[in-house]
């Protein structure tokens, strides 16, 4: 039973509406990445920071799943092997796309945690900072998100898949940021067949023994219907 593990980025997300990163207008060209997505932009300007989150959980209120989303739910239904998505999304389009266990590594909008006790609860659409922790009741809250410095979550859970996985594909990322930027190399090293699927080929692309390049929407479910007619 071949095994598929798949990691996804902005790029996925970006026909429903949602801004990547690193796109001449992205995320990046508007806030500067140590003030906002940081520890220490954190600690200097809470409010700042907490308003960013509460800006992009808004956003991502507003928008639906793409077809790329949704054709990741299908393979994970009508693949006979298992299907794991990891994605650096904090959005939860996989997840009303149909998919199931998501691995957030890099956090989600929809989640709270308090920096006192580690509680995790269902953030307020409008987070504030000094919002009490239910189960601690400190002024501690924060958005759940991992930001440049932290370790990201459940990596001894993706490494696992990453070491027995036959196929191993990235999906709208641009491949800078670690640890996430190494699995096509850790996949590589457990034999997986790696492919890229992009808006372009990125400056990792040289890693991947396959690329498909175009649209997420087009691409995903194309690949999808390819995967799903092989195994027949
Ligand atoms: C850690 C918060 C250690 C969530 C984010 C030097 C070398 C190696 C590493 C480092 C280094 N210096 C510092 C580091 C570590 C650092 C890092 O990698 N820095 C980089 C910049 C060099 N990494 C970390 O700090 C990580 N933690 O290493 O911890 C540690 C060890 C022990 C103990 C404690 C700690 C933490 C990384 C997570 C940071 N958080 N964001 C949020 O705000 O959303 S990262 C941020 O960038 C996002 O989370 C996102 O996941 C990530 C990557 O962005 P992409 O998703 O790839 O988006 P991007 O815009 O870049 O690209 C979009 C792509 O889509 C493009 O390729 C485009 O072509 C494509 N596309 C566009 N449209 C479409 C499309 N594709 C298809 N269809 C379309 N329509």
């Keep these: 039973m071949s095994k598929i593990t798949i990691l996804t980025g902005a790029g996925i997300s970006a026909e429903s509406g949602l801004e990547t990163f690193r796109a001449a207008d992205g995320l990046w060209a508007q806030h500067r990445v140590e003030d906002v997505a940081t520890p220490e932009g954190f600690e200097r300007d809470p409010k700042l920071v907490v308003d960013f ?3 992009r959980r808004k956003q991502a209120s507003e928008v639906s799943p793409n077809a790329a989303h949704k054709a990741l739910a299908r393979l994970q239904q009508m693949y006979a092997g298992q299907v794991v998505i990891v994605t650096q999304n904090v959005d939860d389009l996989h997840e009303q796309g149909g998919a199931t266990g998501v691995i957030h590594m890099h956090g989600a909008l929809k989640s709270a945690l308090c920096a006192a006790c580690g509680n995790r609860w269902a953030a307020p659409i409008v987070m504030a900072h000094g919002d009490a922790c239910p189960v601690c009741t400190r002024p501690s809250a ?18 696992d898949h990453l070491m027995e996985t036959d196929i191993f594909a990235a999906i709208g990322t641009s491949g800078n940021v670690y640890p996430a930027a190494g699995f096509v ?45 092989s195994q027949k």
């Design 53 to 55: 989150y509460n800006a």
């Design 142 to 159: 924060r958005p759940d998100i991992v930001w440049f410095g932290e370790m990201p979550y459940q990596m001894d859970e993706i490494f």
């Design 185 to 229: 190399a850790e996949a590589r090293r457990s034999g997986a067949h790696t492919v890229e699927l992009n808006l372009e080929r990125t400056a990792a692309g040289n890693q991947f023994a396959e690329h498909r390049v175009g649209p997420a929407s087009k691409e995903v479910p194309q690949w999808v219907d390819d995967l799903l007619a």
